[in-house]
């Protein structure tokens, strides 16, 4: 599985990690990666547990009941260059929207994973002027 260029997006123009929650669901939808109940289940798992990863990032999901809405593996990346509240006081600059069902969107996850617990590498994701440059950047260092 591969970043797919139609999904990567810098937007300013959000007012609460809601409406990122609800975009990045949206985006998958017409992605066709999930039917638009997967949408309420994101927000489910946003109000049960969170999805605030590590300093700056999160990774809004469905729950566990929803795998059955997911259609195939995608993933949306966002960038809010001012940064949105998450929790806490702590602010999200990056959401990853997921929908998975199976194993075949695990090592990208990994890839990611590994990109973002290294400080450099996620400072130029964090970097990252355009959607190009991002989708460029997600694209060159997972596999």
């Known amino acids: 599985m591969r970043f797919d260029r139609n999904l990567v997006f810098i937007k300013a123009d959000f007012n609460s990690k809601d409406e990122i929650v609800e975009f990045l669901g949206r985006q998958l939808v017409q992605a066709g990666a ?3 109940e997967y949408i309420t289940a994101m927000h489910k ?6 999805t605030y990863i590590t300093e700056g990032v999160a990774i809004p999901h469905g729950t566990e009941e929803s795998r059955s809405l997911v259609k195939k593996a995608a993933i949306v990346v966002l960038k809010v260059p001012q940064g949105i509240e998450w929790i806490d006081g702590k602010k999200v600059y990056l959401a990853f929207g997921i929908a998975g069902n199976n194993e ?3 090592a990208l996850l990994g890839g990611l ?5 290294d400080a450099e590498q996620k400072e130029k994701l964090m970097a990252a002027k355009s959607e ?3 989708f460029a950047y ?3 260092n997972i596999e």
């Open 34 to 36: 999930v039917h638009p």
């Open 45 to 50: 798992r946003e109000q049960d547990i969170g």
């Open 104 to 106: 075949d969107h695990v």
């Open 113 to 117: 994973a590994t990109i973002l617990m």
């Open 132 to 134: 190009e440059d991002l």
């Open 138 to 140: 997600l694209d060159e």
